[in-house]
Nanobody, 124 residues
Framework: QVQLIESGGGLVQAGGSLRLSCAASGRTFSGYIMGWFRQAPGKEREFVAA????????YYADSVKGRFTMSRDNTKNTVYLQMNSLKPEDTAVYYCASKRGYFGGYSDTTYDYWGQGTQVTVSS
């Protein structure tokens, strides 16, 4: 059974940095896409970033390009989201997700597995 466990969330001042981790277990993830999504209070869940597990190709939402970097460590079965220059509007619960196949766009409906989420709060 696939498990995704996020960690690294917390409270940070605007302009600061956080690194989120997502430890994946339960299968080999070759051929999978790993994604980060976020959901702020009263808003729909939105795409943040994704990485192809095998090749390492990355995708980003326009709102985080140049500030966030997603990476993976195949030896640890873990993906990361390095978040720099954080803004109050980045405040949300961040979720790790995975799906088999290709990137295919920003929709969260194609992802099969989800973590429990980790809270990121950016104070102004």
């Amino acid at each position: 059974q696939v498990q995704l466990i996020e960690s690294g969330g917390g409270l940070v001042q605007a302009g600061g940095s956080l690194r989120l981790s997502c430890a994946a277990s339960g299968r080999t993830f070759s051929g999978y896409i790993m994604g980060w999504f976020r959901q702020a209070p009263g808003k729909e869940r939105e795409f943040v970033a994704a990485v192809g597990w095998s090749i390492g190709n990355t995708y980003y939402a326009d709102s985080v390009k140049g500030r966030f970097t997603m990476s993976r460590d195949n030896t640890k079965n873990t993906v990361y989201l390095q978040m720099n220059s954080l803004k109050p509007e980045d405040t949300a619960v961040y979720y790790c997700a995975s799906k088999r196949g290709y990137f295919g766009g920003y929709s969260d409906t194609t992802y099969d597995y989800w973590g429990q989420g980790t809270q990121v709060t950016v104070s102004s």
